[in-house]
């Protein structure tokens, strides 16, 4: 099977799975035994209120009606009201999503940095003490509760020695970049606005600690094995018996080939940063997807539960679908 | 094998088997050599131990509350100091290794079989089954496992049973594919055919051929996934969906240890320690048994 | 006599496993001169392959050389500083091709650029020269259609192909030395003698000498000057390929050459007992519970290369005078 045929069945299989994941999303969010509008309004809420609530959530109609209007509005990237909050839920992703973003990007550089280096060196001086060290370092990261982790800067850093700002993306008394991504970082810059610019990443460090420290963890985890696995391989010999020097036999030959499986690592990486951001926002108050993810849940407000819930699966959905493409691109093996 | 002299009896034991004996002396030499493993099992059976004997080694009742002596620092009458409602830390900490332990075990009990199973009845039968298995697999595993596990147990409600089947229902996926693609590259070989040849009937097959060779891959990486399910489950308390108070799971007493951050540190800090040492120590054990039956690794140390 | 390229003296190497100390080279012995074609042969896990890394210092962990002399071009290989090794000999005066091809190269790397790395390393060859002498080398391995070959995925090729990459990629730098590392016993029959035939010619037109390891008799007839037999570590007989073949000493030759079926052969004839394991070897030679003629002397001490003719040598109590 060529290319070109790969691509377009991996692509079938995306939507397939976008289909099942908001048909799942209804599932989990419909058939419960918790009342979502007992959870809204409390207890005691006259009945008028009670039914027109319903009515809103759509709750009057039979299941599969209820069922076919989800979709129509996925689709339509519709999903209602959030009754938490009061705006369509569209549009409070609209705004929280860009914040998310921008926090995991910045998390995975400081990870692909940081974690490749740390694989290679880690691979390179096997079982010595750099290794350990490196991987002691690593198998705590992935071992580390994300939120307690956040906890522990937030103590640190915050309230013994002021380094963190107190929560939020600016400061308040910074009015946000004229809006073009969303994400204040690079919407600053666009503008000009320097000063904003280093206050939105200052704001971005606590979060993006967390998730890059743990991020960094995983790649340097996956750097290390594949480079492991590949240092032992016949061509590597070779390259030796070319009698090139240590540097050009572990960067040009061992780590190109390893870099194939680095690069997927990546891309699930943003998947995990993802699902890590959930917590991480949450703990430093940071307004992200994450943490109205979080909210809806508790609050059991159904269209924003579907709606957040889509979305992440739809990114999450696109970034495996993404590290899957370029796995066959970047191999020859698979190209050829 | 040819029964002779050498191969009868008791003492004939050792002769007959002189593979799995050398194979389990290759992998004890592996993992002697591997400082990192001997501790991460250490650490886990220094913690199975502390569950077992925590209503003898814990000082104090896990629930008992002490108004008089809340948000005490630690001193020697109590190790890691008071929570808010005067209960002692540590207490409550070792009661919560027990409880981390028995969350992590039901839940691979649970998703372990049923994942290897509905694995190898995909493979091996194919057609619409497998498609089936697989596309509901596939939809699962494009969720990230936190948010559906909070997703679901959000639906069903505040619990901690409910947080055990809802970190159940993301994992089964998992393990699924892999014993499925190991069916795959199983049942393709010629003895199996053989087998068929012969006549076994296919649960035969199933069960005394493809099983064992799939639970190698499968088991390896549960044990990657052991620590994975004590975070999610901690993540799930921390946000209010899984245990309930008075419980001492850990995830939940850094929730509520939480409003006293900055004045008392101990509150949240110790529980969430003891969450990072036993996922650590469940990592290093399950990394180093990855290490050893991965050939690719142990060839050149 | 003709000068000695490649002198290796009293090699020993071990290698440090679960089971024990595996002493694998015990003491070899063996000299290769200048344009020679010699082979190394003997049964799997008799040590060449480990005798031919030591020569290049690559010998696979947990392998170490414990004592010994190579002397090369007047150096002793053992002693010279690691930058040195791989500046100035690796890749330009030894080099080594092996015997899966296609594993040996890199699967990210299109052929060009692998020959080319050598031309630059070795020659100091600009880039862009690199990339069209590479084409050229190709060609005097008669692969055919050089220039679609040069941009293939090592994928891509054919064993017997891969190989021929590899020869022209080892013999870029004209090497002095080529080992040759079990190279046709991963490949079809009809393909061997070509890859055979194709070394042959172009070590004699570049006067190179190739160091040949297999376990298979016929081809070292067929290209070999010189032969040594190996035996669970050590080197138990060598000399001229005629004078080894046709008129065997050790018992262990004679028996490998008995065993070959010929058309008068009416039973398969095989050494009897099995090769002895090398954490725990038999003392003094190594082969003498398989031997028809062992002696007390041979069970105590082991023997050393006594000579038969001026190039024959056998390392045997039968023809030691003791």
């Known amino acids: 099977m060529n290319f070109g045929h790969y691509v377009l069945k991996r692509l079938a299989l995306f939507f397939i799975v976008i289909l099942g994941v908001i048909t799942v999303t209804f599932v989990i969010s419909h058939m419960v035994p918790a009342d979502p509008v007992g959870a809204i309004l409390g207890e005691n809420a006259p009945q008028e209120l009670v039914e027109k609530t319903e009515r809103m959530l759509g709750l009057h109609l039979p299941l599969h009606e209820q069922y076919f209007r989800t979709l129509k509005g996925a689709f339509t990237l519709n999903f209602g009201v959030s009754l938490r909050t009061q705006n369509p839920v569209t549009v409070d992703l609209r705004n929280y999503f860009p914040a998310t973003l921008e926090l995991i990007t910045f998390a995975m550089l400081i990870a692909i940095v940081f974690g490749i280096a740390l694989g290679i060196i880690a691979a390179v001086k096997r079982n010595r003490w750099p290794d350990t060290v490196s991987r002691i370092f690593s198998l705590i990261g992935i071992s580390m509760p994300a939120f307690w982790l956040g906890l522990l800067i937030i103590l640190v850093l915050y309230f013994k020695l002021g380094l963190l700002p107190a929560g939020g993306r600016l400061a308040p008394f910074i009015t946000p970049p004229p809006t073009v991504t969303g994400m204040y970082t690079i919407d600053s810059l666009l503008a000009g606005q320097f000063s904003t610019f280093w206050n939105a990443l200052y704001h971005l460090l606590g979060p993006a600690l967390v998730l890059g420290w743990i991020q960094t963890a995983y790649i340097g985890r996956v750097t290390r094995s594949s480079m492991l696995e590949i240092l032992n391989e016949e061509y590597i010999r070779t390259a030796r018996v070319k009698g090139l020097n240590e540097r050009t036999v572990i960067l040009r030959h061992a780590f190109k080939n390893a870099s194939i499986t680095v690069i997927t690592m990546i891309g699930i990486s943003f998947g995990f940063l993802l699902e890590g951001s959930v917590l991480t926002e949450t703990v430093f108050g940071y307004p992200g997807l994450g943490r109205y993810s979080v909210n809806s849940f508790l609050s059991l407000d159904l269209n924003a539960v579907v709606g957040s819930v889509t979305l992440i699966a739809i990114c999450y959905a696109t970034a495996n679908l993404i590290v899957d493409l370029l796995y066959g691109f970047l191999d020859p093996r698979v190209r050829y | ?301 | 006599m003709a000068v000695k390229l490649l002198d290796i003296k009293d090699l020993y190497v071990n290698f440090y496993t679960y089971r024990g100390v595996v002493k694998a080279i015990n003491g070899v012995n063996l000299h290769i001169s200048q344009g020679e074609f010699f082979g190394l042969v003997g049964e799997t896990g008799c040590g060449k392959s480990v005798t031919a890394s030591a020569i290049l210092n690559l010998v696979r962990n947990p392998g170490r050389v414990e004592s010994g002399e190579i002397m090369f071009m007047g150096q002793d290989l053992m002693k010279i500083p690691a930058k040195e090794m791989r500046e100035q000999i690796r890749g330009r005066k030894i080099t080594m091709i092996m015997q899966h091809p296609v594993a040996a190269l890199n699967p990210v790397m299109k052929v060009r650029d692998q020959i080319a790395e050598v031309l630059s390393h070795s020659m100091g060859m600009g880039k862009k020269k690199a990339a069209i002498e590479a084409v050229r080398r190709l060609s005097e391995v008669n692969i055919p259609e050089p220039e679609k070959v040069a941009s293939y995925y090592p994928h891509q090729l054919s064993g017997g192909m891969a190989q021929r990459v590899m020869i022209a990629l080892m013999l870029s730098s004209e090497p002095p030395l080529l080992i040759a590392d079990e190279p046709t016993t991963a490949l079809d029959v009809s393909v061997q003698a070509q890859v055979l035939m194709l070394l042959k010619d172009l070590v004699v037109k570049k006067n190179s000498s190739v160091l040949l390891i297999t376990h298979d008799m016929s081809v070292i007839s067929e290209t070999c000057d010189r032969v040594g037999v190996m035996y669970a570590g050590d080197i138990v007989e060598v000399g001229k390929v005629e004078e080894v073949i046709f008129n065997p000493q050790h018992p262990y030759t004679r028996g490998l050459m008995q065993a070959i079926p010929s058309e008068e052969t009416k039973e398969l004839k095989g050494i009897s007992g099995t090769v002895p394991d090398l954490v725990s070897p038999p003392p003094g030679c190594r082969f003498h519970p398989r031997c028809p003629h062992a002696m007390d002397v041979c069970r105590t001490k082991k023997p050393h290369l006594t000579q038969v003719s001026d190039t024959h040598s056998v390392s045997c109590y039968l023809y030691d005078p003791q």
């Open chain 2, 1 to 301: 094998m040819l029964m002779n002299s050498k191969t009868k009896g008791f003492s004939g034991w050792k002769e007959r088997h002189r593979s799995e004996i050398s194979q389990f002396k290759e992998i004890t030499f592996a993992a002697k050599k591997s400082k990192l493993t001997i501790a991460g099992l250490c650490i886990v059976l220094g913690l199975v131990v502390i569950a077992l004997l925590a209503p003898f080694i814990a000082p104090y009742d896990p629930v008992q509350m002490d108004l008089g002596n809340r948000l005490q620092a630690p001193t020697m009458t109590h190790w890691m100091g008071t929570d808010e409602l005067g209960r002692d830390i540590m207490s409550r900490v070792i009661f919560g290794t027990g409880l981390a332990l028995k969350i992590m075990v039901i839940v691979l009990l649970i998703d372990l079989p049923l994942g290897v199973f509905l694995g190898i009845m995909a493979g091996y039968f194919g057609g619409w089954f497998d498609e089936m298995i697989m596309r509901i697999a596939d939809t699962f595993m494009a969720f990230p496992r936190l948010v559906l596990a909070m997703a679901i147990g959000a639906a069903l409600g505040p619990s901690l049973v409910n947080t055990m089947i809802a970190i159940a229902v993301t994992l089964w996926p998992t393990y699924a594919r892999l014993a499925r693609g190991e069916t795959l590259s199983i049942k393709e070989r010629t003895f199996i055919e053989a087998e068929k040849a012969v006549g076994t009937p296919t649960w035969r097959i199933l069960f005394s051929n493809i099983l064992p060779l799939c639970s190698s891959t499968t088991i390896v990486r549960a044990t990657l996934d052991m620590g994975n399910v004590i975070r999610i489950a901690a993540g799930m308390s921390f946000i209010g969906l899984g245990a309930q108070s008075p419980t001492p799971e850990w995830g939940l007493m850094v929730s509520t240890g939480r409003d006293f951050l900055v004045n008392q540190w101990w509150v949240p800090t110790f529980p969430g320690l003891a969450i990072l040492i036993t996922v650590f120590g469940f990592n290093l054990l399950g990394d180093g048994i990855r290490d050893i039956s991965d050939p690719h690794l142990r060839r050149g140390d």
